[in-house]
């Protein structure tokens, strides 16, 4: 019994489990500029210019084409036609470099939505890094109103909630505030 509980303590530690999300509802979204792939081709990521177009969801993950990341991408993008119903982009960002989204912008997200870089600043401002010392991000999902405001956020590393979480709350945003377009 006396190695059982250290043993059941550790698992418990791994179990991936819902926490708070980094950033705060209300919080202003910070601004970035990276670069990434969208259907295997280089895209330009500005925050700012995004969300001119309506609301942005922007999720982190961990490292592309691991099980998770590959799965929860196949997810985002399988709702993909849905987000863009709503008005919403939906955009991937991990600390992978470019020839790992270039590919993972096609197999993973299958040419739905665009993936970008990570940097080590923008991980630091949306404080979603996965642990000290990794260069690899938490998973994080941000819904972000055009006026930078976040209005959802979510963190658990378990990917299979996300996309329902985040597309309902562009849903909700867009119930609450039409757009006269």
Do not use: K
Not at 6 to 29: D, F, S, T, W, Y
Not at 98 to 126: M, Q
Request: include cysteine.
């Amino acid at each position: 019994m006396r190695l059982l509980a250290p043993a059941l303590a550790a698992l418990l530690a791994l179990a991936p489990a819902a926490a708070p999300a980094a950033l705060p509802v209300g919080a202003q979204a910070p601004d970035f500029i990276t670069s990434g792939a969208l259907a295997g081709q280089p895209f330009r990521l500005r925050l700012r210019e995004q969300l001119r177009r309506g609301p942005v969801v922007l999720y982190f993950y961990p490292r592309a084409f691991t099980q998770g990341c590959t799965l929860e991408a196949h997810a985002f993008s399988e709702a993909a036609m849905d987000f863009r119903r709503a008005g919403a982009r939906v955009i991937g960002m991990s600390a992978d470099d470019y020839d790992a989204l270039r590919r993972f912008s096609v197999e993973g997200c299958r040419s739905a939505f665009p993936v970008a870089t990570a940097t080590p600043d923008t991980i630091h401002a949306y404080d979603v890094r996965l642990r000290d010392g990794a260069p690899m991000t938490n998973r994080t999902s941000y819904v972000i109103a055009p006026d930078g405001r976040i209005i959802y956020a979510f963190t658990d590393m378990d990917y299979r909630n996300h996309v329902a979480n985040t597309l309902a709350a562009v849903r909700d945003w867009n119930a609450h505030h039409r757009r006269g377009r």
